[in-house]
T-cell receptor, first 115, second 111 residues
């Protein structure tokens, strides 16, 4: 069974730039969620994708957007980067329908630094 | 989004000690509950799900009290390798069935 993978592992960008982060879900999982974890904080929910559609969104501005592909992999795009976007971005995969309380399993994360 | 609150610690305990972590959540409609463990600069890893009947996995015991909206984790016979941050996590449903994390409780087990 293949676990959740994310790329890249580290990324450095400057303010105003755009970034795309990628996630491959665990084998057999059909749902992907994205979280942002600032230093010293718990992860904060950005959004979730199920069947290639956004299935819920946290308190993040529209410049955070995403996609899910037919193979259930996913991308997180952030436009107009701000210094506060510096964080660990975590992807989590799970199996379930649109209304699932199932366990979520995390990838190793992408550490984004915005200068 | 409602809050999940934990004592941030740190908890410094000697090897072999028993340590308990507590967590409260504010949304009474919450449906599923978990403890995750996170090592420094790594991803959270699922430690255990928490059920109303309570559940045990080796040295770890989790309890849920829905009436008090309270979750606990007990670690017996602490090992050096238990040193990590323990995250209390609630799935409230709605809005994407997202996980709502506490800030985590830091545990350091010393020789």
């Amino acid at each position: 069974e293949t676990g959740v993978t994310q790329s890249p592992t580290h990324l450095i960008k400057t303010r105003g730039q755009q970034v795309t982060l990628r996630c491959s879900s665990q084998s057999g999982h059909n749902t992907v969620s994205w979280y942002q974890q600032a230093l010293g904080q718990g992860p904060q929910f950005i959004f979730q994708y199920y069947r290639e559609e956004e299935n819920g969104r946290g308190n993040f501005p529209p410049r955070f957007s995403g996609l899910q592909f037919p193979n259930y992999s996913s991308e997180l795009n952030v436009n107009a980067l701000e210094l506060d976007d510096s964080a660990l971005y975590l992807c989590a995969s799970s199996f379930g329908g649109q209304h699932s309380y199932n366990e979520q399993f995390f990838g190793p994360g992408t550490r984004l630094t915005v200068l | 989004r409602k809050e999940v609150e934990q004592d941030p610690g740190p908890f410094n305990v000697p090897e072999g000690a028993t340590v308990a972590f507590n967590c409260t959540y504010s949304n009474s409609a919450s449906q599923s509950f978990f403890w995750y463990r996170q090592d420094c600069r790594k991803e959270p890893k699922l430690l255990m799900s928490v059920y109303s009947s309570g559940n045990e996995d080796g040295r770890f015991t989790a309890q849920l009290n829905r009436a008090s909206q309270y979750i606990s984790l007990l670690i017996r016979d602490s090992k050096l390798s238990d040193s990590a941050t323990y995250l209390c996590v609630v799935n409230e449903g709605g809005g994407g069935y997202a996980l709502n994390f506490g800030k985590g409780t830091s545990l350091l087990v010393t020789p």
